[in-house]
């Protein structure tokens, strides 16, 4: 079965310092990765996404992703956390193939707490 | 502004109460999906559509019906809704069911007692 794992139900992250929002994924072939973050009582903010090329790849408000194919991760990063980085963190995987009109396979999602 | 528009926002309902929950895109996309949002769960989708007349069931379609009548609308009914289905919901658009990102609504909250 296809399936996304996000290993980590919270980061906790002091302001300033570097953070990682730790995906893996399950999937045939080369599917798309996608990270979007859900505010509380909003929809879900697409943040970036990896489809080919450059291993790692840059998106909104100063996050960033490196792919690992042998690992086959997906991994959200940012060197510097804000308090206003606080959120629910999804990683989404989309198969190449077969993938019932686009669909977004999701992670359980990663609680972001960056703290002062 | 580029946006996926769902309405209610909040619903509270009875057991058995069919009910609507509409969803409408301004970005002339052929792709549509519904969601729900479970804790530890993340988004499972219950039912996406490809073009206007093309619907299809997804991993969780069980006590949901769709339409695609138009292009920029893709209700989602429950006929009979049951405790079970409270939950959070997700309408989502894109323009490719491929290497571009999906659009979300803000969600309904839906309570079933």
């Known amino acids: 079965a296809q399936s996304v794992a996000q290993p980590e139900d919270q980061v906790n992250v002091a302001e300033g310092n570097p953070l990682t929002v730790k995906c893996t994924y399950s999937v045939s072939g080369n599917p798309y990765l996608f990270w979007y973050v859900q505010y509380p009582n909003r929809g879900l903010q697409f943040l970036l996404k990896?489809?080919?090329?450059?291993?790692l790849v840059k998106g909104s408000y100063g996050f960033e992703a490196e792919f690992n194919k042998s690992q086959t991760s997906f991994h959200l990063k940012k060197p510097s956390a804000l308090v206003s980085d606080s959120a629910l963190y999804f990683c989404?995987?989309?198969?190449?193939?077969?993938?019932?009109?686009?669909?977004?396979?999701f992670g359980q999602g990663t609680e972001l707490s960056v703290k002062p | 502004e580029a946006q996926v528009t769902q309405n209610p926002r909040y619903l509270i309902t009875v057991t058995g109460k069919k009910l609507t929950v509409t969803c409408s895109q301004n970005?002339?996309?052929?792709?549509m999906s519904w969601y729900r949002q479970d804790p530890g769960l993340g988004l499972r989708q219950i039912y996406y559509s490809m073009n206007v007349e093309v619907t299809d069931k997804g991993d969780v379609p069980e006590g949901y019906k769709v339409s695609r009548k138009e292009k920029r609308n893709f209700p989602l009914i429950l006929e009979s809704p049951s405790p079970n289905q409270t939950s959070l919901y997700f309408c989502?658009?894109?323009?490719?069911?491929?290497?571009?990102?999906?659009?979300f609504g803000q969600g309904t909250r839906l309570t079933v007692v």
């Open positions: 989502a658009s894109s323009l490719t069911g491929s290497n571009t990102e999906a659009f």
């Open positions: 989404a995987v989309r198969p190449y193939f077969y993938n019932q009109g686009g669909k977004l396979i």
């Open positions: 990896y489809i080919t090329g450059d291993n």
């Open positions: 970005m002339n996309h052929e792709y």
